[in-house]
Nanobody
Framework: QVQLVESGGGLVQAGGSLRLSCAAS????????MGWYRQSPGKVRELVAR???????DYADYVKGRFVISGDVAKGSVYLQMNSLKPEDTADYYC???????????WGQGTQVIVSS
């Protein structure tokens, strides 16, 4: 099994920054991607950014130029630097790990981000 623990959420004013961290523990093998998703009340969970084992990155259009993902996928760590935050970025942010060897994905418990206007 794999456990993911997020940290770094909180309350910030619009225009501010936050850095989210996610650490995986357990049987971390065959990791293909690690990333961040978010979910607001009444909305579906959506991709924010992800990083692949080869190092390439993928961002949702609405965070390009503002958020930066980094980490060591093979070691099970991923970070999300969020800059120029907007009230619409308010959501619960979830860490995600996909293992090709286990054939499944894992989720963290989520960390709340609130951006005040």
């Amino acid at each position: 099994q794999v456990q993911l623990v997020e940290s770094g959420g909180g309350l910030v004013q619009a225009g501010g920054s936050l850095r989210l961290s996610c650490a995986a523990s357990g049987s971390i093998v065959g990791v293909h991607t690690m990333g961040w998703y978010r979910q607001s009340p009444g909305k579906v969970r959506e991709l924010v950014a992800r990083i692949f084992s080869g190092g390439s990155e993928d961002y949702a259009d609405y965070v390009k130029g503002r958020f930066v993902i980094s980490g060591d996928v093979a070691k099970g760590s991923v970070y999300l630097q969020m800059n120029s935050l907007k009230p619409e970025d308010t959501a619960d942010y979830y860490c995600n790990l996909y293992s090709w060897s286990k054939g499944r994905e894992f989720w963290g418990q989520g960390t709340q981000v609130i951006v005040s206007s």
